[in-house]
């Protein structure tokens, strides 16, 4: 060996990666000593230093889809068709699992063309990279349920029944892509049968029958019982959200290759839905992804049966408020406004709107008379927890908007389900006129509202005739808003933006909901479009 080829060995043993020079016939001429101890330590069935073995017939035995395209891509460099080339490719052990990076490069040896060959360990690289996707996929996962849980929430408000209900909240799920089947049902005599009410997606596939009636009992063969039956049983009998992890090994799984993974993941999730104590049923997710179903999404998912939970029990009661009779009190909430000091006159504000404000107050809309005004004035002013501000006149009765951080009495009502048909604030006292279904407990309410303010007195109870619904009215005309346009509009209509000459500007209300006001008249815009679509062209709304 001469000095230049003892320089050039040397300086192919002093790098830190596996290198070897091939010929133009892809022929191994030379390699380093980082090459040679990796052959060594992985039990290589010939001479670790390899000179003399055709890389490229090794290559072709392997077979493996990266080993072919190092093999073509090598052949150009030889060819004289491309000067360099790398790719990415598996090397594991049966105890270890690493990635390489072949890079090629064309050189001149002894008048001929070859090829300088190294392998550069990219373990590290790769395993942080799937840990980068893993936790993106996990944040993708949590924003798309978001996503689905704001439109499941304007879903809840405005479905017309229970059955179109659940069958939204089972396509909004199987929709974010992230469960392969979704499912709402009951568990008759918690350990009988599961009873689905809507389903969405390949639900047979994912471990469910898909019937009407999914028997569960003990006795049936551990293949044929449905997937994930302790789960279920045991989040209808706890209440409680319960999750369950099944891995499948794959048969086919290579351990040499990335292109199969070692085991199929199968999990479930039973969320219960239900709301103040009593169940209406469990939603089923069943999804294939690995370390599905972590804290945030549990979370998530445990809202999301609360919300749908709520919308059932208020579908529930709208329907009894839809009966003959309902029943209507009088309350009385002594010293609801308090102020230091008592002033000169009496006063009063009759609440019409109550919008929830963006900085998690809430903004009632009312009216005051113009001769009450000043006292009104001098009542709020001093009391931190409110803020006044006079919107319009029309003629003896002022428009008013009342900010408030303090629990809103109506709001709680309206969140079980019991209207608020009027609402008054007098000399610091409240009265408030509510209806709810004969059925409902009138104590149940009492302490609902006690828990917020202690010293409520029930003035009056007397039985009503309801309203009888219009019978060709198929859906409210405000169902296709989205909660943003309902708040707007409504907002708008509460603050006089309709009325001629406006008491407040677009601008105002923009303020008043947080947003720009290209944006309210945005939403604006399109709310009444549907409104006007939903009274005049219905047919438009259902398509």
């Known amino acids: 060996m001469d000095r230049s080829q003892q320089v050039r060995a040397a300086a192919l043993d002093s790098l830190p990666v596996n290198v070897a020079v091939l010929d133009s016939e892809g022929i191994i001429q030379q390699t380093n000593h980082s090459w040679q101890t990796f052959g060594a330590a992985n039990d290589i069935q010939t001479d670790p230093e390899t000179v003399g073995i055709n890389y490229l017939d090794v290559c072709e035995q392997a077979g493996t889809e990266s080993a072919l395209a190092v093999k073509r891509g090598l052949e150009a460099i030889l060819a004289g068709e491309r000067e360099t080339f790398q790719q990415s490719y598996p090397c594991h052990s049966p105890l270890e699992q690493r990635w390489y990076l072949l890079q090629a490069v064309s050189q001149e040896l002894q008048g001929d063309r070859c090829a300088v060959v190294a392998h550069i360990n990219i373990t590290q690289q790769v395993r942080a990279t799937r840990r980068l996707e893993a936790e993106r996929d996990v944040l993708d996962t949590l924003n798309d349920l978001n996503t689905a849980l704001r439109e499941v929430t304007h879903t809840v408000l405005n479905a017309p029944s229970q059955a179109e209900l659940e069958a939204v909240v089972c396509e909004r799920l199987l929709e974010t892509g992230h469960y392969s089947c979704v499912e709402i049902g009951t568990l008759e005599s918690r350990?009988?049968?599961?009873?689905?009410?809507?389903?969405?997606?390949?639900?047979?596939?994912?471990?469910?029958?898909?019937?009407?009636?999914?028997?569960?009992?003990?006795?049936?063969?551990?293949?044929?019982?449905?997937?994930?039956?302790?789960?279920?049983?045991?989040?209808?009998?706890?209440?409680?959200?319960?999750?369950?992890?099944?891995?499948?090994?794959?048969?086919?799984?290579?351990?040499?290759?990335?292109?199969?993974?070692?085991?199929?993941?199968?999990?479930?999730?039973?969320?219960?839905?239900?709301?103040?104590?009593?169940?209406?049923?469990?939603?089923?997710?069943?999804?294939?992804?690995?370390?599905?179903?972590?804290?945030?999404?549990?979370?998530?998912?445990?809202?999301?049966?609360?919300?749908?939970?709520?919308?059932?029990?208020?579908?529930?009661?709208?329907?009894?408020?839809?009966?003959?009779?309902?029943?209507?009190?009088?309350?009385?909430?002594?010293?609801?406004?308090?102020?230091?000091?008592?002033?000169?006159?009496?006063?009063?504000?009759?609440?019409?709107?109550?919008?929830?404000?963006?900085?998690?107050?809430?903004?009632?809309?009312?009216?005051?008379?113009?001769?009450?005004?000043?006292?009104?004035?001098?009542?709020f002013e001093p009391l931190e927890a409110f803020s006044l501000s006079v919107l319009g006149q029309q003629g003896q009765t002022c428009r008013i908007q009342l900010w408030s951080d303090q629990t809103c009495v109506t709001a709680l009502l309206a969140a079980h389900g019991w209207s608020t048909e009027s609402a008054t604030l007098a000399n610091g006292d409240a009265y408030l006129t509510v209806r709810l279904p004969p059925g409902d407990n009138v104590r149940e309410l009492l302490e609902t509202i006690a828990e917020t303010t202690p010293d409520v007195e029930l003035l009056a109870r007397r039985q009503?005739?309801?309203?009888?619904?219009?019978?060709?009215?198929?859906?409210?005309?405000?169902?296709?808003?989205?909660?943003?346009?309902?708040?707007?509009l409504e907002t708008a209509y509460a603050a006089g933006y309709f009325e001629w000459p406006r008491d407040s500007s677009g601008e105002d209300i923009a303020n008043t909901l947080g947003i720009s006001p290209p944006t309210f008249h945005q939403h604006l815009r399109i709310g009444q479009q549907k409104l006007m679509a939903s009274l005049f062209d219905p047919q438009s709304q259902t398509a």
């Open 464 to 488: 009503r005739h309801a309203i009888p619904p219009n019978e060709h009215a198929q859906q409210s005309p405000t169902a296709p808003l989205t909660d943003r346009q309902r708040s707007v």
């Open 191 to 379: 350990s009988e049968s599961l009873s689905i009410r809507a389903t969405a997606g390949g639900c047979e596939a994912s471990g469910s029958q898909q019937t009407p009636t999914q028997p569960m009992a003990g006795e049936l063969a551990t293949t044929e019982r449905l997937f994930g039956t302790t789960a279920i049983r045991q989040a209808a009998w706890t209440g409680r959200l319960q999750t369950t992890t099944q891995m499948v090994e794959n048969a086919a799984f290579d351990w040499r290759t990335d292109s199969d993974l070692p085991a199929e993941n199968r999990a479930l999730a039973a969320v219960p839905i239900s709301h103040d104590g009593t169940q209406y049923g469990l939603c089923l997710l069943y999804t294939d992804r690995p370390n599905a179903f972590d804290a945030d999404e549990r979370a998530i998912l445990s809202q999301l049966g609360g919300l749908v939970g709520h919308a059932v029990a208020t579908s529930e009661r709208r329907q009894a408020l839809m009966n003959d009779k309902v029943i209507e009190l009088e309350i009385r909430l002594p010293a609801y406004i308090r102020h230091p000091t008592p002033p000169p006159d009496d006063w009063q504000i009759e609440i019409t709107h109550t919008v929830g404000s963006p900085d998690g107050g809430y903004n009632m809309f009312g009216t005051v008379a113009v001769t009450n005004l000043e006292t009104v004035e001098a009542v």
